[in-house]
């Protein structure tokens, strides 16, 4: 089972953490789990066997035949086996993404193509940037625990560099 990526901790913050250490803690701990997902999740949507992984929407069998006759002229890549992938140009514009970090989230940002909408314009037509950011059960308790980890690294760093001047 798959879903669209909400990943949420609810984590306190440490009496002994200023408010400005806190927000670079979150800010550096969302960033790398963004990153970690840009870098090994969002690939694997371009692969076979993604459609089973991340429960995409069936394909019409006229669909799966034109694109395989895309595939023979040409125009379309892998012979028109993978789902998300017609001519490449969304498997390469994912591969330019950039992160942006946030104290409260990380974010991925990449030019989607014109037939990739975040709102599908009729119910006929697959939701494909829902099925290319989707994450399943072990994917997300793996970004969980990054984002966990993170947290935990950025505190014990916080107290490794507080100093104390006696004097």
Same mark, same amino acid.
């Given at each position: 089972?798959?879903?669209?990526? =909400?990943?949420?901790?609810?984590?306190?913050?440490?009496?002994?953490?200023?408010?400005?250490?806190?927000?670079?803690?979150?800010?550096?701990?969302?960033?790398?789990?963004?990153?970690?997902?840009?870098?090994?999740?969002?690939? =694997?949507?371009?692969?076979?066997?993604?459609?089973?992984?991340?429960?995409?929407?069936?394909?019409?069998?006229?669909?799966?035949?034109?694109?395989?006759?895309?595939?023979?002229?040409?125009?379309?890549?892998?012979?028109?086996?993978?789902?998300?992938?017609?001519?490449?140009?969304?498997?390469?514009?994912?591969?330019?993404?950039?992160?942006?970090?946030?104290?409260?989230?990380?974010?991925?940002?990449?030019?989607?193509?014109?037939?990739?909408?975040?709102?599908?314009? =009729?119910?006929?037509?697959?939701?494909?940037?829902?099925?290319?950011?989707?994450?399943?059960?072990?994917?997300?308790?793996?970004?969980?625990?990054?984002?966990?980890?993170?947290?935990?690294?950025?505190?014990?760093?916080?107290?490794? =560099?507080?100093?104390?001047?006696?004097?």
């Amino acid at each position: 089972m798959s879903f669209p990526i =909400t990943i949420k901790i609810r984590t306190e913050q440490p009496p002994d953490v200023t408010v400005r250490g806190w927000r670079d803690i979150t800010k550096t701990a969302h960033r790398d789990q963004a990153d970690h997902w840009r870098k090994r999740m969002l690939p =694997t949507h371009f692969q076979s066997g993604a459609a089973s992984k991340y429960g995409y929407r069936p394909r019409k069998a006229s669909t799966i035949a034109r694109k395989r006759r895309d595939a023979a002229r040409g125009l379309a890549v892998a012979g028109g086996r993978l789902i998300l992938v017609w001519s490449g140009n969304f498997r390469a514009s994912s591969k330019h993404a950039t992160v942006r970090a946030y104290p409260t989230r990380g974010r991925v940002d990449f030019n989607a193509p014109a037939y990739a909408p975040i709102r599908q314009r =009729t119910n006929r037509q697959p939701p494909i940037a829902d099925e290319a950011t989707r994450v399943n059960q072990s994917e997300a308790k793996a970004l969980t625990d990054l984002l966990e980890s993170g947290v935990v690294r950025g505190i014990a760093r916080n107290r490794e =560099t507080r100093t104390e001047t006696l004097s």
